[in-house]
Each structure stands twice: as structure tokens, then as C-alpha cells.
């Protein structure tokens, strides 16, 4: 079944911020995954959260990718440990459904 409108145009939004990850300075990058870990603390009892947190961890990888075939700047720790942080926590809560 071919995917729907509606998904199409998800992914390209998390495409998009991939590449809008990408394209910041370093403290554009941690305010972004600032935004990223509070929508997973506050968004716990939502209905949508399964979804939030599949859509976070494709728009991080997204921008991750996007990093590694920009190349514009060195990485910080800081924005590496900081993604991390946000992918164990992910893991550790047990948030990803098979």
C-alpha cells in the first residue's frame, strides 16, 4: 500500500530538519535538541507520544547524515554527548515498539 499524503509529508519535514539541525552553529544545535529532550519529558501521557518519539529519533538521524555529508564545522562534544543523552534515554525508558 503506497504510504499516504500525510506520511509523505512527514518525512520530508524531518528530512528538513535534518538538514536545518545541520546547518547551525553549535548553539543552534543545542537549543534544537533542547526542544527535542522537552518534548519527550512533557509529551510522556499524550496518545501521540509512540509517534513524537519515532519522528525524534528520524529527524535526529536525519540531521546527523546531514552533518556527516556537510562536513561545515567540527562537532562539539557537548551536541554529541547531547544526542546520545537523548537516544539512551529514548532506549532506557523503553519508548521504541517493535
Do not use: Y
Not at 24 to 29: A, F
Not at 31 to 38: A, F, R
Amino acid at each position: 500500500m503506497p504510504d499516504t499524503i500525510n506520511n509523505l509529508l512527514v518525512n520530508q519535514m524531518l528530512l528538513c530538519f535534518g538538514i536545518t539541525f545541520a546547518s547551525q552553529s553549535n548553539g543552534g544545535m543545542m537549543s534544537l535538541l533542547g526542544m527535542l529532550e522537552q518534548c519527550l519529558k512533557t509529551g510522556k501521557k499524550q496518545p501521540w507520544h509512540a509517534a513524537s518519539v519515532t519522528n525524534i529519533c528520524v529527524g535526529l538521524l536525519a540531521g546527523l547524515k546531514a552533518l556527516l555529508a556537510l562536513r561545515s564545522h567540527a562537532l562539539g562534544l557537548e551536541i554529541l554527548n547531547s544526542a546520545q543523552a537523548i537516544f539512551q534515554n529514548i532506549l532506557a525508558e523503553g519508548d521504541i515498539c517493535a
